[in-house]
């Protein structure tokens, strides 16, 4: 059983013996599934009138627990992504009214990004066929192949973490 990127690396192979294509198919495949795998989450959360990004935030806040808020720093750390990505995304999310800011009583420099009523009850009802979702999207691979991958996928992540900022 093959896929395109078979095809792909018999054609380096054939005009270029002298070089092991291999790292392609696996760099290949990872882009390939990854494309894929946002499409597929994308369409889910259009369902409920989300983006994938906003899912992200509100996630991210629904599963730090109550009362569901967040510095934007920790926003930031928790769910991965640059300060300033978090900034644009936190104004464009108050403007839908899913989250709002409050003073953060512990220091008075700070702002908490909170969920709002209605940010926590999309979230959750988003979340619910999130994960059914996902299990969909893996169904091709058993439980046991699911977890050799994770573990996989966690030891490449971490290796190219310890990369130089000009490998990444």
């Known amino acids: 059983m093959g896929d395109d990127l078979?095809?792909?690396l018999e054609q380096w192979r054939a005009e270029r013996p002298d070089i092991d294509a291999?790292?392609?198919?696996?760099v290949g495949r990872i882009q390939r599934a990854s494309r894929m795998l946002?499409?597929?989450l994308s369409d889910y959360f259009a369902t409920h009138g989300l983006q994938l990004w906003e899912f992200d935030i509100l996630g991210t806040l629904l599963r730090s627990g109550p009362p569901y808020e967040l510095t934007a720093g920790a926003l930031s750390r928790a769910s991965m992504i640059s300060s300033?990505?978090?900034?644009?995304?936190?104004?464009?999310l108050l403007g839908r009214g899913l989250i709002a800011r409050a003073p953060d009583p512990a220091?008075?420099?700070s702002i908490l990004i909170r969920l709002t009523d209605s940010g926590r009850?999309?979230?959750?009802t988003a979340l619910e066929g999130h994960v059914d979702n996902e299990v969909r999207l893996l169904a091709s691979l058993g439980p046991d192949e699911q977890e050799r991958l994770a573990?996989?996928?966690?030891?490449l992540l971490?290796?190219?973490g310890d990369l130089p900022p000009e490998g990444r």
């Open 6 to 8: 078979d095809w792909v």
């Open 22 to 26: 291999s790292p392609m198919g696996v």
């Open 38 to 40: 946002e499409r597929g």
């Open 84 to 92: 300033g990505a978090v900034t644009n995304r936190i104004d464009r």
């Open 107 to 109: 220091n008075r420099r």
């Open 121 to 124: 009850e999309l979230a959750n």
């Open 151 to 155: 573990d996989l996928l966690r030891t």
């Open 158 to 160: 971490t290796g190219l």
